[in-house]
Every structure is written in C-alpha cells, then in structure tokens.
C-alpha cells in the first residue's frame, strides 16, 4: 500500500473514531434527553457532550495516575452500565424482556418463528427507535445533504490534497505537542507546564482508545478538524437562521472563495490546539441568542405544559453555552478570548433583557461554572507542583497589565514628532498614514493664521475686541470640529488599511464588505425592531456590535491600544466569523422580505437563489480557491521510511539516528539518536573513544537535499549536499539551531559522507533501505552481543585539517 492510499485509509479511521466519541455515543445517551430540541440543536448537543466528557475523563484519570487503555474504555462505558443499572433495576422490566426473548428464541428453533419474520420485527424496530431514518424525512433534507456532502468534498479539495502529499508535521511546535502527548502516557499531564490542555486530551484520548499513533493523529486531525469547523457553521447558523440555506452561504464562502489571505487558513493544514479551539467558538454565540429568546418566550407563556417545556428548553441551551465556554478556555485562551467578544457583542444587542436579574443570574452563574470547570483542572496542575507553563504567564501578564504590549509601551513606540512648514512640532500617537499625518499639518496651520488673525484685529478697540474674541472662539471651535473629523477620518483609514491588509487579501472590495456587514446588520436589526422582531433584531444588534469589537481588535496595535492578540492571528478569527456576519446578512434581508409569509418556501427559495449567485459570482470573477499547499518540514520519504520501520520492527529493538524531527514520532516505539550528537561523538575518528549503540538494528536518516526548515534558508542558493559543506565545521549551537538554514546543509553533508565510508567498510552489513531523490536511509544491522564501532575516520572528522590539507595539494598541482 502506498503511503498516500494509507493516508487516506488514516484518515477515515481517525474520522470515524472522532466521530463515534463525540456524536454517536453521546447520541445514544441523551437523544430522549434532548428530544425537545431542533436537529442542529441535538448536534451541537451531542458534539459538545463527547467533547467534554472525554476532555475531562482523560484530566480525571490522569490526576489519579491510572490512565490507560482499560480505565479510558471503563470510563467511556460507565454512563452506559449505570443507565442500564437503572432500568435493570426495575424487576417487572427486566422479568418481562427476559420472558420474551425466551419465547423468541423458542419459537425460532421450532420453525414457527421464520428469519424473515424475525428480519422484518428487526427492521420495525430499528424505525420506530430512530425515526430519524425514515424515508420520508431524508427525502425533506435530500438537498441539505448534497450540500453537506459538498462541503466535505470541498474541504478534501482544498485541505486533503496537502494532507495526502505532504506527510510531516507542518508547524515547528508541533513536535512540542507531540511531547506533552508523551508525557500523558506516562501519566505525567502538566510535567512541561500548565497549559489549556483540551486539545492534548483529545488526542491522547483517540490514541490510547483506538491504538493509532500520536504522530499519525498529529499529521491527519487536522484534517478531521477542518472538516467539523466547517460543519459547525453550518449547524450553528442553522440554529439562529430563519432561511433553510443561508447557513451554506457562510460555509461555502469561506471554504471555496478566495478573497481572504492565506494567513487567515493556512494553520488549518496542522492540528493545533488553537483551531481545535474553535469548534466551540460558534457554539457560544448561538446557545446564548437561544437561551435569551426561550427564556423570553418561557416567561410570556401561559399554557403551564408548554411553559415548562419551554423551560426545560432554555435550561439546555444554557448548559450549552456553559460548556461550549468551557471547552473554549480549556483548549486555548485565543479561543476564549473570540468567544468573551461574542458575548460582548450580545450582552449590547440584548440590553433590554440581559441585565435583568432573572436572566442576568443565569448568564452569570453559567459563566462561572464554566471558568471553573475549565480552570479546576489547571489549578490541580499547580497544586501538584508544576509551574506555569511560558505562555500561560505571559497570558495572565497581559490580563494583570503587566505585558511589555501594554498602554504605555505602545505609546512610547507609536510616538512619532513632525515639524509643520511653519517650524510648528506635532507629536503623532499611534500609526498614522501619511495623508492623514498631511491632513493634521495644514489643519494646524489653518489653526495657527487663524488665532494669529483674531489676535490683530482684537487691538482696534475694547468693543471691537470683545466681538473678535466671540469670533476667534467661534472659528477655533470650528477649527476643532474639522480636526476632530480628520482624526475620525484617520483612524477609520487605519482600521479599514489592518482589515485589508491582514483579512482580504490586499482587496479593499471585500475590506469594504467587512465593514458593510457589521453596518447592514446594523440596520436590519433597528427595522427589526420596528417590525417588532425583537429578539430576531436583538440578535442581528449582537452580531453587528461584535464586528466592530473585532474590527478596533485586528487594528489594535496600529491605533496605539494594547494588543491582545497579533494581528495576523485575530485575522484567522475575523475570516472565521465575517462569513457569518454576511450570511446573517442575506438571511436577514430574506426574512424581513418574505417573513410575513405563512409557509416558508419563499425564504428557502431566495436563500437559495442567494447561495447559487453567490457561488456563480465567485466563479465568474475567477475567486475560486485553489488547494492549500504548505511545504513539510521533513521530507515524505522520511515518513514513509518511519512507517514502515515501525511496521517492520520489534518494538524498541531499533534506533533511528536522524534530525530531531522524530524524536517526538519514536518514543513509544523505538529510540532516537540526533544527527549532530552522533557527528560530535565521531568528530575524533579512529582516536576516539568506542561509540555504539546497542539495538539490533540502527537506521540513519539523511537528506540529500536538505529541508529548508521554516523558511530558514530563503534566500540561499544552497542546491543539495556537497563535499563543500562537509569541509565546513559542525555548527557551534545545539539543539534546533544545528538544523536551520545553511547549518542543515552542513550537518547532512557530513552525516551523508560518514554513511559512505562505513558502508564501504562494511558493505555487508550497512544496506541502503530506502532511498529516493531528496533522501536516503542506511540500514545497520547488528549482534547485540557485538556492536560495531561508529566513531571512524570518514575524512571531514576535523574540518579545519581537511581544508588546509586540500588547500596544500591544489597549491602543489597548480605549481
């Protein structure tokens, strides 16, 4: 099998693991629970149940130090054994179903009771148990199903490609995530530092249960996650949404148009804590809108049965917004963050209701829960002795004001002094463009001649000086005014100059479409209002107000405030949730037009009709996205040789001796040895000590062309590996350094040339393994009770000697 095809095969494993964790599971225990609720709702429902409960079952049993494969599996079942503990409980209950299955069973081998009948008591069952199923309710959802099916195949277009081409991890941290993973299955979660650790759990969860390798998980979830995020703004907007397909409209956009930066994706090719994060971004927004106007309606009713129905209802959708909160902080403080915006955003669009206390106790006591659910955990991890981990500290810093991005810092850098043609200096706080920095210089001018001509004319007499005075004030405050305008002015240019910059792409159209979207939601949602669709219009408030949160946040540090976040980070967040502003947008203006309508097929229709103009306009103007393409950071062949090695190989009966990117990938199955810690344990040749290493079987990893590791070797004309670099001395620094840029080519070089000269010194053991036209790998094989001697002399041991002696005899050829 072909490493693609197995990849593929990878994949749809990890695919259905995810999936039966956080959807079918959870399905099976709370479908009666949640039945009151609407599809989407049960979902995201179900979603965040799994998610949850996984997250925190992994935190429980490590803390104990029992976390294994059998208390993992134990954990997952026990809400199953105590369900049925319950109902096995109730004697009539379980008296009758054992009489009947004995009666089945005796008329079965009597005859009198055929397979087909019994085939037929089965089918009956199965649909009056999952009435989902029936053929009549798929046939009604046939069309949202093609259109999630097109939003998989899209997201194995544009994401899948790179994930089936490319084989290694993709971001430099991610062999640090691989690590921490370890350490859990060594019962050691929080050795590196406390950390949100949501993410890790997860991965670790789905290793350990379903026996696929970390570094399998680490290459292919992200794929997986890709997938969900996507289909969580699909399933999210469908809750709020009063058009049956404007939820497809944000999925598409942001799946297939290209009119965001590549900055704002290109994470999505790697599993990382932050994009895992945000799969409960949405969920937030929407349990809490959900919550509001349930509650609202709970509390109008009248009908006793239907008022307790509807307080059941909200009750749910409370503990969603909980929970969803909850995962946010304990995967990543980014995600936390997004999530507090959005809220913000709807504590403004539902002024009116939130603030009062039978609604503003529960929205509290909800958000409390869900901080200490998710700090509960990391406090344990303190109290255990770990210290805080690097980038937590720094998190809490900026929290207490005590980051070097605060206030102050930011004033001191953004300072800028500029002289006026009259020698006037002004001083400019902020990033200012240059037009505007024109603008504010011949505002001062205007106000200098201004001031210096009523000063004049206030000399002719007292009368004449007293008017002069009120004229003076009168043109200064008009002076004002218009500096107020341009500042106003200044600072929009700056905020629309970040969005286009950091979110669109360099298109100041779609920068235009941001901003547009925040005000056409606006507006819509004060004619809501008037139309009396309060709650629909307090939600459209809500997502307006948060747009322009986010718009002063991506231009945070450009207007002189403290950043919270990088820009390009918040970037990847604003491209997540713009889609969904302008999706609210069409479904607003659709169901302000055609809401009053008693069926809804003409809101359907038109949403409809917007996401195929919509999906015709972006193929038009030639916006299609093209498939994402990150380079590896290792090479495939590498992947590919570790696989097989891990296939082929005993567990820990094997060494492989490569850069450190394996290190992490092998720990659980065999050992790893650094390239440069072994060329330094050879660096004397013959006259140094005896190095082995005592495995059975030693593998070296060499590229022929070297990785230009993060980008680090941009710029450099550095072809493949030469006798020229192995002339050169090892690096001096260790760790990641020794692999970056030009020092790569150098390391390679020499380990390349060693392998050389101990396979011509022992050919019949040193075999190439695998080789290809960027990489090569050596096999040793080897008598544990007689190991071979690797420190030899491979002629570029001392770089220094070599070149003087090469240097020595061109000198002697050319006399």
């Given amino acids: 099998m072909s490493m693609r095809v197995l990849s593929m095969a990878q994949f ?214 890709v997938l969900f995020i996507h289909l969580a703004i699909v399933g999210c907007l469908r809750m709020i949404c009063k058009a049956r397909f404007t939820p497809y409209i944000a999925a598409g956009l942001y799946l297939m148009a290209n009119i965001f930066g590549k900055n704002t994706y290109s994470r999505y090719v790697s599993a990382l804590p932050q994009e895992y994060g945000m799969l409960f971004i949405l969920p937030v927004v929407c349990f809490a809108v959900r919550f509001l106007d349930e509650y609202a309606a709970h509390l109008k009713e009248t009908d006793e049965e239907k008022k307790q129905k509807k307080k059941r209802r909200s009750r749910w959708y409370l503990a969603g917004l909980a929970i969803s909160f909850s995962l946010s902080l304990t995967t990543h403080f980014y995600d936390t963050m997004i999530a507090g915006y959005l809220c913000l955003g709807i504590a403004a669009g539902y002024f009116f209701r939130i603030f009062r206390w039978r609604y503003l106790r529960q929205v509290v006591l909800a958000g409390f829960v869900s901080i200490l659910l998710a700090v509960i955990p990391m406090g344990i991890g303190v109290a255990m002795g770990n210290p805080l981990q690097g980038s937590l500290g720094w998190g809490l810093n900026v929290i207490k004001g005590k980051s070097t991005s605060d206030s102050s810092a930011n004033a001191e850098v953004d300072k800028k002094v500029v002289t006026t043609e009259s020698g006037k200096k002004i001083t400019i706080v902020g990033d200012v463009d240059e037009e505007t920095i024109e603008e504010i210089k011949k505002q001062v001018e205007k106000q200098a001649d201004a001031a210096s001509q009523d000063s004049t004319s206030g000399q002719d007499s007292s009368d004449s000086g007293k008017a002069s005075g009120v004229q003076q004030k009168s043109k200064t405050s008009e002076v004002m005014k218009l500096t107020t305008k341009e500042k106003v002015k200044g600072k929009f240019r700056i905020i629309f100059s970040e969005i286009q910059t950091y979110v669109t792409n360099e298109n100041p159209f779609f920068a235009w479409c941001v901003l547009g979207g925040g005000a056409v939601l606006l507006v819509f949602g004060f004619f809501a209002f008037l139309l009396r669709r309060v709650d629909y219009g307090a939600m459209l408030l809500a997502m307006a107000v948060y747009t322009f949160i986010m718009c002063i946040m991506q231009s945070a540090g450009a207007l002189g405030f403290p950043k919270l976040m990088d820009a390009s980070r918040n970037s990847i967040f604003f491209a997540y949730t713009i889609v969904v502003i302008w999706a609210l947008a069409a479904d607003a203006a659709v169901y302000l037009l055609f809401g009053w309508f008693r069926r809804t097929w003409m ?148 380990m390349y040339y060693w392998g050389q000269k101990f396979m011509e010194l022992y050919p019949n053991e040193m075999e190439v393994y695998y080789e290809s036209d960027d990489f090569v790998c050596y096999r040793l094989k080897q008598n544990g009770n007689s190991l071979y001697n690797f420190a030899i002399d491979y002629g570029y041991n001392n770089p220094k000697v070599t070149t003087d002696r090469n240097a020595a005899k061109e000198k002697q050829e050319a006399k």
């Fill in 12 to 225: 749809v494993e990890i695919f259905f693991a995810y999936s039966v964790v956080t959807l079918l599971i959870p399905g099976l225990l709370l479908k009666e629970k949640l039945k009151e609720l609407s599809f989407a709702e049960r979902l995201t429902g179900y979603f965040l149940a799994g998610n949850f409960y996984c997250i925190n079952l992994v935190f429980l049993l490590e803390f104990l130090h029992i976390s294994c494969r059998v208390t993992l599996i134990f954990g997952t079942a026990l809400p199953f054994l105590i369900r049925g503990y319950k109902k096995c409980s109730e004697v009539s209950f379980g008296r009758e179903r054992f009489q009947k299955f004995l009666l089945g069973f005796k008329a079965l081998l009597s005859g009198t009771y055929g397979v087909k009948t019994l085939l037929a008591d089965i089918t009956a069952w199965i649909s009056d148990k999952i009435p989902e199923v029936k053929i009549k309710k798929i046939w009604k959802h046939i069309p949202e199903l093609i259109l999630c099916l097109a939003v998989v195949a899209g997201i194995l277009y544009v994401y899948g490609l790179n994930n089936f081409t490319e084989y290694g991890y993709k971001e430099s941290d991610m062999p640090v995530h691989n690590y921490w993973i370890n350490l859990m299955d060594k019962n050691q979660i929080f050795k590196m530092g406390v950390y949100p650790h949501g993410f890790h759990c997860m991965i670790y969860y789905l290793h350990v249960v379903f026996g696929i390798k970390t570094y399998v998980l680490l290459r292919l979830f992200s794929l997986v996650q």
């Fill in 603 to 750: 809101m359907n229709l038109s949403s409809l009709l917007i996401l195929v103009a919509a999906g015709c306009g972006i193929a038009e103007k030639g916006l299609v996205k093209e498939p994402v393409y990150v380079k590896a950071l290792e090479t495939n062949s590498a992947i590919t040789c570790l696989t097989n090695i891990m296939n082929e190989e005993q567990d820990f009966t094997w060494t492989i001796v490569s850069a450190n990117d394996e290190l992490r990938m092998v720990e659980e199955d065999g050992y790893h040895y650094e390239i440069f810690d072994f060329l330094k344990n050879i660096k004397k040749g013959e006259k140094a000590k005896t190095f082995t290493i005592s495995t059975n079987a030693v593998y070296f990893f060499i590229e022929k062309i070297p990785v230009n590791y993060a980008r680090t070797a941009d710029g450099m004309e550095l072809g493949g590996i030469s006798e020229k670099y192995a002339r050169e001395p090892l690096p001096t620094e260790n760790g990641i350094k020794a692999y970056e840029g030009r020092e790569r080519w150098v390391t390679m070089s020499h």
